[in-house]
Nanobody
Framework: QVQLVESGGGLVQPGGSLRLSCAAS????????MGWYRQAPGKQRELVAG???????NYADSVKGRFTISRDVGENTVYLQMNNLKPEDTAVYYC?????????????WGQGTQVTVSS
């Protein structure tokens, strides 16, 4: 099992920055993919960014060049640096851990943290 605890959300003006943190309860090297998802009111949850155990990353097109996912293996923590925030980035952001075998994946989710971009 993996427990995930997010922090760092809040209210920010357009063009501002926030950094989200996700602390995992076990060594993140053992987790296939750590990711950040978001869900806006009335919309489906969508992938924002992911980082694999080997270190490769991927991003949604809407956040490329603005958001950066990173990790601190010693702290078992994954970060999402969000710059040049836009109102459409407003959502609840969830940390995700994908574990298990290729044919039998297991997902774990954090409780979510609210990000609101508004003037």
């Amino acid at each position: 099992q993996v427990q995930l605890v997010e922090s760092g959300g809040g209210l920010v003006q357009p063009g501002g920055s926030l950094r989200l943190s996700c602390a995992a309860s076990r060594n993140i090297f053992s987790i296939r993919v750590m990711g950040w998802y978001r869900q806006a009111p009335g919309k489906q949850r969508e992938l924002v960014a992911g980082i694999r155990s080997g270190g490769s990353t991927n991003y949604a097109d809407s956040v490329k060049g603005r958001f950066t996912i990173s990790r601190d293996v010693g702290e078992n923590t994954v970060y999402l640096q969000m710059n040049n925030l836009k109102p459409e980035d407003t959502a609840v952001y969830y940390c995700n851990a994908l574990t298990g075998a290729i044919g039998a994946p297991i997902d774990y989710w954090g409780q979510g943290t609210q990000v609101t971009v508004s003037s």
